[in-house]
T-cell receptor
Framework: DAGVIQSPRHEVTEMGQEVTLRCKPISGHDYLFWYRQTMMRGLELLIYFNNNVPIDDSGMPEDRFSAKMPNASFSTLKIQPSEPRDSAVYFC???????????FGPGTRLTVL | AQSVTQLGSHVSVSEGALVLLRCNYSSSVPPYLFWYVQYPNQGLQLLLKYTSAATLVKGINGFEAEFKKSETSFHLTKPSAHMSDAAEYFCAVSNRDDKIIFGKGTRLHILP
């Protein structure tokens, strides 16, 4: 398996623009997580899904953030409108529930100017 | 509620010296415990995990961690530091359900 795949790896956009981050989890993993990492706040859990259903979105910072998982092999995290304070590295991760081991993608580095 | 505390946001050791990264957890049930490593510009990789088998867990790259229930600790050690060990290390806890809670991380610096 290729591991968790995220795209794009880098995104630079201007304030007010819509940003969409994409994730493909490892096949067979039925949990998917979105994290945000910054120097100031460290690694924050934004939202996670089980079998494509959102379970806990309490970490989503504002209504500007939304996440979907239309099927078991794809998820998106959307920010609309984006703001400079959204600049961070966004990670997607999926879990092999049998061994409770979380696998991370390489991340998307988002810069909002 | 479960939580993880990592003592020291930055730790510096000399090359060849002992590495000790501290982690204390809080959990209402016997936990699963993890150490992850993050190299610059990369995602997190699993170093090792404790799942209620042996209390001394050996991981990749010569790292190991010992689960001490009486101290609620899961400290990470390596006998001899190498320059390539410079990275950020995250301790994490899970109550065997779906969510893993991460600590704030400890950045390890290796001095030549």
């Amino acid at each position: 398996d290729a591991g968790v795949i995220q795209s794009p790896r880098h995104e630079v956009t201007e304030m007010g623009q819509e940003v969409t981050l994409r994730c493909k989890p490892i096949s067979g993993h039925d949990y998917l997580f979105w994290y945000r990492q910054t120097m100031m706040r460290g690694l924050e859990l934004l939202i996670y899904f089980n079998n494509n259903v959102p379970i806990d979105d309490s970490g989503m910072p504002e209504d500007r953030f939304s996440a979907k998982m239309p099927n078991a092999s794809f998820s998106t995290l959307k920010i609309q409108p984006s703001e400079p304070r959204d600049s961070a590295v966004y990670f997607c991760a999926s879990i092999d529930a049998l061994v409770n081991e979380q696998f991370f993608g390489p991340g998307t580095r988002l810069t909002v100017l | 509620a479960q939580s993880v505390t990592q003592l020291g946001s930055h730790v510096s050791v000399s090359e060849g010296a002992l590495v000790l990264l501290r982690c204390n957890y809080s959990s209402s049930v016997p936990p699963y415990l993890f150490w992850y490593v993050q190299y610059p510009n990369q995602g997190l990789q699993l170093l090792l995990k404790y799942t209620s088998a042996a209390t001394l867990v050996k991981g990749i790259n010569g790292f190991e961690a010992e689960f001490k229930k009486s101290e609620t600790s899961f400290h990470l050690t390596k006998p001899s530091a190498h320059m390539s060990d410079a990275a950020e290390y995250f301790c994490a806890v899970s109550n065997r359900d779906d969510k893993i809670i991460f600590g704030k991380g400890t950045r390890l610096h290796i001095l030549p």
